[in-house]
């Protein structure tokens, strides 16, 4: 009996120690609130398990009302060797989050499970693609994705190229006379979760757009003020339209030909006839950063970095009806299913603004891990996923008139 009793002690300590050690282990997840679950993207899912399925195996859970009337409660949040700069839902099952552009890789999850379907490398034969004066392997630098509207592709855009045929190097602060290499847009192929296609196009190129006819793709490029369009049944760049200093953010409207384009470091605002290429300023702003367009496209949303302001602007006039201060440093931003609600990441603020959008009030602004940089809104789920530079993903619940809930320091590890 008194060694029965001895093992079974044995057992009790060694599971404790054990568990322990799971506790610490690298990538494990920190603790979240009571009844909150949590994954960590150091855990790979099976392909079966963490492929996305069709939104009928996952029907989108009950929202209450809409979502102006939410609010966000923190449901998730993992580390494991990422360091995401943004984040794109596909809004179909799947969630891409470029790492910063050193870490050279894209990460790929489950939007239902938040499981890691991919870790992609941004390594590429530029030769196999048509380049044949990159023979070898080079690598990108992911910045920003935008998805098709079938979620079949997502096409990401990489700051500067090395390798093969490359000088290897750029920086922010940069000119068309800086002397930079044009870079590359890739295409991610969800199906076989590869990139399939490599275009060219200007020199540090940052957002991606696509058209609503799904027919060409817009690259705003940092270093050489311009814009670049590429036609996708050819996958090739078929125009370039010049702007001004550093043009990021870019939305278009239903007419396929009208872009609104945030020249960051111009401090300007452009509305752009992508068929002609005439453009002029709507807006004068200290570094406008980030656009979005509500659903009906009656309304463009800008988030100004220099004013740590969110602008509401009407489309019809291209005037400002009204704004409001989200935090300090806003740069990304999002807005949901319905139209009824922004959210915004505060960079300096270490903080994610909910704004509703018929009276312009933050209504909500809960913690976030340092560096908010990224920040996407799936409509197959109605959740919000925050990428935080530091090395963490957040993901915020949004269906239900809740509270918030704050999230633990970010520890990154792999």
């Avoid at 940092?222 to 200093?245: G, Y």
């Avoid at 603020?349 to 809104?377: E, F, L, R």
């Avoid at 409509?379 to 239900?400: N, R």
Wanted: hydrophobic share 35%; aromatic share 8%.
């Amino acid at each position: 009996m008194a060694a029965a009793a001895a093992a079974l002690l044995c057992l009790t300590l060694c599971a404790a120690a054990i568990g322990g050690w799971r506790a610490l282990r690298p990538g494990h997840t920190a603790a979240l609130p009571a009844g909150q679950q949590s994954t960590t993207s150091a855990k790979k899912a099976s392909p079966t398990s963490g492929s996305p399925t069709s939104r009928s195996e996952h029907p989108a859970p009950r929202q209450d009302g809409p979502s102006s009337g939410t609010r966000l409660r923190l449901i998730d949040r993992f580390t494991g060797g990422i360091t995401p700069k943004s984040v794109d839902a596909s809004g179909h099952g799947l969630v891409l989050a470029n790492n910063m552009i050193y870490s050279h890789s894209i990460t790929v999850y489950n939007s239902w499970t938040h499981k890691l379907v991919k870790r992609l490398p941004d390594t590429i034969d530029l030769a196999k693609f048509g380049f044949p004066d990159h023979p070898g392997i080079s690598q990108g630098g992911p910045v920003e994705a935008a998805w098709t509207k079938d979620a079949k592709y997502a096409y990401v855009s990489n700051y500067v190229m090395s390798g093969p045929g490359f000088k290897g190097s750029a920086q922010d602060e940069c000119s068309p006379t800086s002397g930079y290499d044009r870079s590359f847009v890739y295409r991610f192929n969800a199906t076989t979760m590869a990139w399939d296609q490599a275009i060219e196009v200007g020199v540090v190129p940052k957002f991606v757009a696509i058209t609503p006819d799904q027919k060409q793709v817009v690259i705003s490029n940092w270093c050489d003020f311009t814009i670049s369009i590429i036609d996708r049944a050819t996958a090739t760049q078929v125009k370039v339209i010049r702007l001004a200093a550093q043009p990021r953010g870019i939305v278009i409207m239903p007419d396929n030909r009208t872009a609104y384009v945030a020249a960051m470091y111009g401090n300007k605002v452009f509305r752009v006839d992508l068929r002609t290429g005439e453009h002029h300023v709507i807006l004068a702003v200290s570094r406008p950063r980030h656009l979005v367009l509500s659903p009906d496209s009656k309304t463009l949303y800008l988030a100004a970095s220099g004013t740590n302001t969110v602008y509401k602007i009407s489309t019809r006039t291209d005037k400002v009806v009204a704004q409001v201060i989200s935090g300090r440093e806003p740069r990304s931003m999002t807005i949901s299913q319905d139209g009824t609600a922004l959210y915004v990441v505060n960079y300096f603020g270490n903080t994610a603004s909910k704004i509703t959008t018929s009276d312009m009030k933050v209504v909500q602004q809960v913690p976030t891990d340092p560096t908010p940089i990224g920040i996407t809104y799936d409509d197959a789920t109605h959740q919000v996923w925050v990428a935080c530079y530091g090395g963490s993903m957040l993901i915020f619940d949004d269906t239900s008139r809740g509270g918030a809930t704050s999230s633990p320091p970010a520890t990154a590890t792999e």
